[in-house]
């Protein structure tokens, strides 16, 4: 007679193998389900400084065009040029087909052209410029950011042209 080769114990073990799987499964699952969380935050958090961002530029660049069209004939004529630009805070909508006018006042067609990226570029973008001095300003550009769980957002910058 011969005998057989498997030890008792071999055969309450059956299954413990799918078990251990299922439970790395499980956690394979809420390992991935993490990060997909984190990467909806980190998109989330991305949207809202890549918005941070284009509002910084915005005011960065009516600045640059107040420095360009300024009349530094003399301090008065300079602070005349500079008060000129000041404008209430407000916002258009955006028009994709805009064509910077060719006739008018540069500060005028500075300051619309300005407007329109603000609406184009932000959510709800509107912005401001105030005359502080002088030839000092404070220009404040604002937008939606309820989509990342905010509010109204601003950004505010203050300058010596």
Do not use: H
């Amino acid at each position: 007679m011969i005998a057989q080769c498997c030890s008792p114990n071999r055969s309450r073990q059956y299954g413990f193998t799918l078990v251990e799987i299922l439970v790395a499964a499980l956690v394979l699952s809420v390992g991935l389900l993490g990060l997909a969380g984190l990467q909806a935050v980190s998109l989330k958090m991305n949207q809202g400084s890549y918005l941070r961002v284009q509002a910084t530029n915005l005011a960065y660049e009516i600045a640059d065009a107040m420095r360009a069209n300024i009349d530094r004939t003399n301090a008065a004529t300079a602070a005349a040029s500079v008060a000129a630009y000041e404008s209430a805070t407000s916002s258009v909508a955006c028009d994709t087909a805009y064509v910077r006018p060719t006739s008018g006042l540069v500060k005028d067609n500075d300051i619309a052209e300005w407007r329109n990226r603000l609406a184009c570029l932000l959510p709800s973008g509107g912005g401001g410029i105030a005359v502080t001095s002088n030839t000092t300003v404070t220009i404040t550009v604002t937008w939606d950011e309820t989509r990342q769980g905010g509010g109204t957002e601003s950004f505010t910058f203050t300058t010596e042209l």
